[in-house]
């Protein structure tokens, strides 16, 4: 194999998430339906989603997931694994020795499994990455926290990684940006969805100037929510329009420019790629470059989100989507 | 809940030991602990149903609905329904019956946030 000159693509099967539930492939039928339609060979994977046994894979089923990947030729870069941090709701967080912990079944899962980094999440508490990046060295794989909705470069929790990044000096930590972070306006999918579900155009215009406020995404689902519930509108509408907060935020896309050096894995978080190549609601045209000019040579996974609304065609959209980084990265 | 999410599993609803067992599905993108996910409110044809003698059943364990709480490392794999048993309810096999479940999801990376999840269905009993 070749080293990598450039920014490269693939997908991951969260974009597959409708098929998935619905139970319309298994892990080997949906491997092999990805490589089938030319949108790999990089992939990344959420072990719980994929996987019955996580977070402690047995070594029969690495195995056979390492047969199912040779068979199809794909290359299983990422696995997602989860901060779950608060597992008796209402009650304290679990102790940092359990979490962390908790954090090394996944990454051993990962790695037997032949993933060369893991995907991980803010909710693992800053302090505790000095404990968990010896491990992961020893391992010998990568950890990316993903920097999600609502936050972005400039988010305190990032600029506190980043502190830390800094004092650990290690190639092993790294960032995985989600362009989420830095929509410039809410997909016109997602209205639609709202619309169908009986959202009126006052509501979704109230949506729209409250979704541009400052303000944390819950605080925001609050205003909204009050604002609805006194001009008259029903629960269940102002419940479609708050998905926004949560899933969405708008920051500046050029933003992504202070994460590039370390960022190791890219989520392509998109909600709808036109024919001709544009995502409805995020700029790929201003992000993507900064990447390839920053000397980014990792993957870009595709991650069609549009299916907490929609149930459109998940690998249509992955195509395009595909074909719309190749279109800007020129290769 | 997302358009395919379902709290009432496609297994439906049948006789067991002598009362009725649903079938459910986790709404939600991940598997995630028992311990996270509140079973109910239930009614059956628009009688709440009292859960406190309910119990869990999922991949050959059964445990106390009671006990879901402290399932902190079990976990209700997305594909899988889980069922919940119910020995005090009774229903003839062939009748239809009007099923409203909900589940309450709290993500555990998520503190603070509680997904409700409501969904009502005219399920067959099986035998």
């Known amino acids: 194999m070749t080293a990598s000159t450039g920014p490269q693509t693939g997908v991951t099967l969260y974009s597959f998430t409708n098929e998935w539930l619905t139970r ?17 060979p990089n992939i990344e994977i959420i072990g719980f989603q994929q996987f019955k046994e996580f977070p402690d894979v047995s070594d029969a089923y690495a195995e056979k997931f390492k047969e199912m990947i040779a068979a199809t030729g794909l290359n299983p870069v990422s696995c997602a694994i989860n901060s779950d941090r608060f597992l008796k709701p209402g009650q304290q967080p679990i102790e940092d020795a359990a979490l962390v912990e908790y954090h090394k079944r996944q990454l051993r899962s990962a790695k037997k499994m032949g993933f060369s980094l893991v995907r991980y ?4 508490p800053v302090h505790l990455l000095p404990e968990i990046a010896p491990y992961a060295e020893e391992l010998d794989i990568r950890m990316g926290v993903e920097v999600h909705a609502p936050m972005w470069a400039g988010h305190p929790a990032v600029q506190a990684y980043g502190e830390m990044y800094d004092k650990l000096d290690t190639p092993y930590l790294g960032w995985i940006p989600d362009f989420g972070g830095t929509a410039s306006r809410i997909p016109e999918s997602m209205l639609d969805a709202a619309r169908a579900k009986g959202a009126s155009e006052d509501l979704l215009d109230k949506l729209k100037d409250v979704w541009l ?17 006194a001009h008259g509108h029903a629960p269940l509408h102002i419940q479609a329009a708050c998905l926004a907060f949560f899933i ?21 978080k998109f909600y709808g790629v036109s024919e001709d190549l544009v995502e409805e609601a995020i700029d790929y045209d201003t992000i993507l470059p900064l990447f390839k000019d920053g000397g980014f040579t990792g993957t870009m996974v595709s991650e069609w989100e549009g299916h907490a609304y929609d149930t459109r065609d998940a690998f249509e959209q992955v195509r395009r989507h595909q074909a719309m980084a190749r279109r800007i990265w020129g290769s | 809940m997302l358009p395919v999410e379902r709290v009432i599993g496609e297994e439906g609803l049948c006789l067991c030991d002598g009362g009725l067992k649903l079938a459910m599905r986790l709404p ?9 996910v509140e079973v109910g409110p239930l009614s059956i044809n628009g009688d709440a149903v009292d859960l406190s003698d309910a119990l869990i059943e999922y991949d050959g364990q059964r445990w106390p609905l009671s006990e879901n709480g402290e399932k902190v490392d079990t976990f209700w794999f997305i594909r899988d329904s889980a069922f ?36 009502t269905e ?3 009993v099986a035998a």
């Open chain 1, 24 to 40: 319309q492939f298994e892990v080997d039928t949906l491997l092999a339906e990805v490589a089938k339609r030319g949108l790999g």
């Open chain 1, 121 to 124: 999440q803010f909710a693992l």
């Open chain 1, 213 to 229: 406020e400052q303000g944390m995404s819950h605080e925001k689902a609050g205003r909204l929510r009050e604002w609805g519930m």
């Open chain 1, 248 to 268: 969405l935020s708008n920051h500046d896309p050029k933003s992504w420019a202070a994460l590039v050096d370390r960022t190791i894995h890219i989520h392509g």
């Open chain 2, 28 to 36: 939600w993108y991940r598997s995630l602990p028992f311990s996270v």
């Open chain 2, 84 to 119: 919940l048993i119910l020995p005090s309810v009774h229903s003839d096999a062939g009748s239809d019956c009007e099923v409203a479940l909900n589940l309450f999801v709290s993500p555990p990376y998520i503190p603070g946030m509680k997904r409700t999840n409501p969904q």
């Open chain 2, 122 to 124: 005219t399920l067959r």
